[in-house]
């Protein structure tokens, strides 16, 4: 066994010289269109989630019935939750005035905007790639299966070969040897 030579070798060729295109290829190919579309979907998603969070604060009917119920429902759970950690078990919660809940449901409207579209983006790619799992696995099951009559195929000519082999070997035997005499 050879040592390991840690050192490069003077005769290496540039890396201008040694770049695999199949291998640039791959670095673009494995960085697909959908994957970038999806980022800027996600990107996109919180400058909407800002306008719709503008416009709940700005909206009676969204801020009464969109923004305020989850809002003190949240503060309601935090609050009762950091209660038990500090032992008070008993203990009422105040409801958060109307301004405070208005701004912690616009904030927690705007993440769950935020949070969807990126699941829903998570959604897509895994859907997309189980198709193209798919597919490969179709197309590799369709190669198999045309291999595996090919081989067949070939057995039987080979099964066909050895059949005519063996008669003309027979036919040989057969036939009578004259002696020179």
């Known amino acids: 066994m050879q040592p390991f030579n840690v050192i490069a070798s003077p005769r290496r060729a540039p890396p201008s010289r040694c770049r695999n295109t199949a291998s640039a290829n791959m670095v673009v190919g494995a960085f697909p269109i959908a994957k970038l579309l999806y980022l800027g979907v996600r990107q996109m998603s919180k400058p909407l989630a800002n306008r719709i969070k503008a416009g709940a604060r700005k ?59 990126g699941g829903g983006c998570m959604v897509l790619e895994y859907s997309r790639q189980a198709a193209n799992s798919r597919r490969k696995e179709e197309e590799l099951n369709e190669t198999i299966n045309s291999l595996q009559t090919q081989v067949a195929e070939l057995a039987l000519t080979t099964e066909t070969l050895d059949a005519q082999l063996r008669e003309v070997n027979r036919q040989l035997v057969s036939f009578p040897v004259s002696s020179k005499k």
């Open 59 to 117: 909206s009676e009917f969204f801020k009464n019935y969109v923004c305020l119920p989850p809002a003190q429902f949240y503060h309601w759970i935090e609050m009762r939750t950091k209660m038990r950690i500090m032992g008070f078990r008993g203990s009422t919660i105040k409801p958060l005035n109307e301004e405070a809940a208005a701004e912690l449901g616009a904030e927690l409207l705007g993440e769950a905007i935020i949070f969807f579209v």
